[in-house]
């Protein structure tokens, strides 16, 4: 399994990913789930992605095919997001059709970005092909193993959260991924983007024991126990 967040708050998007890969308990490796293509000052992408490895690299090679030879659609010609959304959606199911279709084969996409001239935008894209996007309500996305990083997401997450409590905000509830599910795994790889200013990301690595990883779980520890132990006790008669 795999975890993916995307959340769009305001100022930024931001973007985190696992690394880990099982094709049995035997059988882990780790391959990044991050994609990040880019013209400043024209357009900026980051796509994540969840499920069939080999599915996902054969969308992103046609991804590159294509703008390698000119192609149209392609990353370089898409006019707004949601036309790319539905192109990499077309894209991914081509491939699995390829492959010979069925679960095995499906996959799916967290996609963010922005274009000259149109929105920024943060889509979910099924295997099916098709997607949805975020909203003032749903600011964030989720593909993979999603539960375990939920409910703090449903609790903290807002438009008008600032950047620094998203990232924290993120960065906890893969934490909390990592601690429930040993099929998501390090290196984690977070991706801010920042709304409006067509630029290259701010991109981080956190290693197997990277030491702000490590300080962050341990405060939230802490803070979790310490919220349970003001809780008032329940009188039981």
């Known amino acids: 399994m795999t975890y993916c967040l995307g959340i769009k708050i305001d100022q930024a998007t931001i973007m985190i990913s696992d690394s880990r ?3 049995g308990v035997d059988n882990i490796s780790t391959y990044s ?13 980051v796509l994540c992605s969840a499920g069939n490895l080999a599915t996902t690299q054969s969308v992103i090679a046609k991804l590159e095919r294509d703008v390698k030879n000119g192609a149209s659609p392609s990353l370089l010609t898409v006019s707004d997001m949601h036309e ?16 010979g279709g069925g679960g095995v084969f ?25 997607f949805i996007k975020s909203s003032s309500h749903v600011p964030y996305l989720q593909i993979g193993e ?35 599910n040993l099929t998501v795994g390090p290196p984690i790889e977070l991706y801010v983007l920042e709304n409006g200013s067509l630029k290259l990301g701010q991109y981080r690595l956190f290693g197997e024991d990277d030491e ?7 405060l939230w520890n802490t803070a979790m126990e310490n919220a349970v132990d003001a809780m008032p006790s329940l009188v039981l008669n």
Request: hydrophobic share 40%; proline share 2%; net charge positive.
């Open 21 to 23: 890969t099982s094709a």
């Open 84 to 99: 790319l959304a539905e192109y990499i959606g077309k894209v991914s199911v081509a491939v699995q059709a390829k492959a």
């Open 212 to 218: 702000y990883m490590r300080s962050l779980r341990n």
């Open 146 to 180: 999603a539960k375990y990083g939920k409910p703090i997401l449903d609790r903290v997450i807002q438009e008008s959260t600032s950047v620094d409590q998203a990232i924290v905000c993120g960065l906890i509830s893969m934490d909390a991924t990592l601690k429930s």
């Open 106 to 130: 499906e996959a799916t996409f967290l996609l963010a970005g922005e274009i000259q001239g149109s929105a920024n935008a943060l889509y979910m894209i099924y295997s099916q092909g098709n």
């Open 33 to 45: 789930k991050m994609w990040r293509y880019g013209v400043p000052g024209e357009r900026q992408f």
